[in-house]
Structure formats: structure tokens, C-alpha cells
């Protein structure tokens, strides 16, 4: 019973994040606007209402609200094969990919940690990863509003279930944070450029909370691993993307996935690798 129910409950979660996803970033973008408006002192702007639940699914052409039976998880994508049931214009794999994995990370949690309280903190973990990587993907932000929880909740998770690590998850956030600032600042000197962004620091902070200093190296190994291929894959098979921007957020995101839910075992063989035991 347990698997189809935390498979379906995935499935629903991923379409939830697939609306955070479309809509935070805009969200924040119309409160920005609205604040630099009003220190400009220029009259305020009538919008209509927009957030997580207004307005309901339309379709982002035409504007058509989605029926429900066409907006359930992966099986509506299916259904219409991907276009809109309206317009017929193509509605983005995003949405189906999203949902799945968010389905895939609940099976591999309950997997490794069956129905627990502490599996689902990590699954809420996943999912947040999940949802970061993919708006970092679309807008190039991570946004404080998703990155700051993040690290505040690894630090309860460690006090809740591993009050031992506490010290280790403290060390880890400032460690992470100062980590990637620094790699910030010396490619900023050398280059002249900015090489990733201030939401990358506080990811790979939250990251230090959930996992302990000790993990920080195996998650930047990991996400250079992932970046490297995920990279030589671009420049064969897509050529069109090539010297695009390339956020760093949704490889820190996969790195947070694996150290979170195999860290141990890949810990282990990793020190092993290097020699230190
Ligand atoms: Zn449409």
C-alpha cells in the first residue's frame, strides 16, 4: 500500500512545485516592481491578484483555463501529447518531468527510510532542491525566499533527529557559504566576471546544515561531476545552447539529492578512494 500511495502523493506534490515553480519567480518579480516604484514615488500599478492559487491553470498562450481531468499529474500531459487542449500549442515537458520526479524522489525515500518523520524531512528537502534547480533553470535565481528556509530547516532536522551532527551542520552552513564566496571573489579578481550568484553561497550553505561539513567536498566533487557531463552532453547533442549561461544552482541541487539520500555509503567509498581510511 505504502508505494503506489507514496507515489501518487509525488506525483501530486510535483505538480504543486511545478506551479511554484512558474509562479514565485514572477511573483517576486511583480514585488520588486512594486517596491522600486514606490521609492521612485511613482503611482502604484493596478495589477490583478496573482499568486500560488489565483489565478487558476490557464494555458500560458492562449490564457484557456486547463480542465482538471487535463491537468492531472503526467497522465494530462499524456493525454493532450504535450499541447494544449485549446490552442494545441506545446505545453513544456517541464511539467511531466517535475511531477515524475517528484514521484521518483518520494519512492527513493521511502526506499531508504520508510514511513518516518526523518524521511519526510529529507523528502521536504528533495522537493525544495527540486523546485530551486528548476527555477534556476528558467530565471537564473535562486531565490532567498526558498534558500534561507532551506538552511534554517537543516538545522532542525540535525537538532530533531541527530542532535549529535548539530555542531557539524553549524559549521557546515558557514562553510559552505564562505566556500563558494571565495571561489566568488578569486574568479571575480582574475576575470573581471561573476562567475555564479549569492543564491549559490546560501544553497550550498543550506546544504552544509542538512549534511555536516564533512559532506561539503563529496557535494562540490558531485556537482562538478554532474556539471562536467551534463556540459560535454550540451555541447555534442545541443549545439544551439552552447555558450548559454549555465546556472550552477541545479547541479548543487542533484549533488544536495545524492549526498541526502546515498551520502553514507558514497562517503565511505570516497574516503576509501582517497586513502583517508
Ligand atoms: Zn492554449
Not at 190 to 196: C, K, P
Request: proline share 7%.
Amino acid at each position: 500500500m505504502l508505494w503506489p500511495l507514496a507515489a501518487i502523493l509525488g506525483l501530486c506534490l510535483g505538480s504543486f512545485l511545478n506551479v511554484v515553480i512558474v509562479r514565485l519567480p514572477v511573483m517576486l518579480m511583480l514585488g520588486w516592481r512594486a517596491e522600486a516604484r514606490e521609492a521612485l514615488e511613482l503611482p502604484e500599478e493596478a495589477s490583478p491578484r496573482f499568486n500560488l492559487l489565483v489565478p487558476r491553470s490557464l494555458c500560458p498562450q492562449c490564457e484557456t483555463p486547463i480542465a482538471w481531468h487535463d491537468n492531472l499529474p503526467v497522465i494530462g500531459w499524456l493525454k493532450r501529447r504535450g499541447r494544449c487542449a485549446a490552442c494545441e500549442s506545446r505545453i513544456s515537458p517541464q511539467y511531466p518531468l517535475v511531477e515524475l520526479a517528484g514521484a521518483g524522489l518520494a519512492l527513493a525515500v521511502v526506499a531508504l527510510y520508510g514511513a518516518t518523520w526523518q524521511g519526510l524531512f529529507l523528502y521536504t528537502a528533495c522537493l525544495a532542491l527540486l523546485a530551486l534547480a528548476v527555477i534556476d533553470l528558467r530565471t537564473q535565481l535562486l531565490p532567498d525566499i526558498a534558500t534561507l528556509p532551506l538552511l534554517w530547516a537543516g538545522l532542525l532536522y540535525q537538532l530533531l533527529f541527530q542532535p549529535l551532527m548539530l555542531h557539524d551542520a553549524v559549521i557546515g552552513a558557514m562553510a559552505g557559504y564562505l566556500a563558494l564566496w571565495s571561489v566568488y571573489w578569486l574568479f571575480k579578481l582574475v576575470t573581471g566576471r561573476e562567475g555564479m550568484g549569492y543564491g549559490d553561497f546560501k544553497l550550498l550553505a543550506a546544504l552544509g546544515a542538512w549534511l555536516g561539513w564533512q559532506y561539503l567536498p563529496l557535494v562540490l566533487i558531485l556537482s562538478a561531476g554532474v556539471g562536467a557531463i551534463v556540459g560535454v552532453v550540451v555541447q555534442l547533442a545541443l549545439p544551439r545552447l552552447r555558450g548559454a549561461p549555465m546556472p550552477f544552482g541545479p547541479y548543487l541541487a542533484m549533488a544536495g539529492w545524492i549526498a541526502l539520500l546515498v551520502g553514507e555509503p558514497l562517503m565511505a567509498f570516497y574516503l576509501r578512494l582517497s586513502g583517508l581510511q
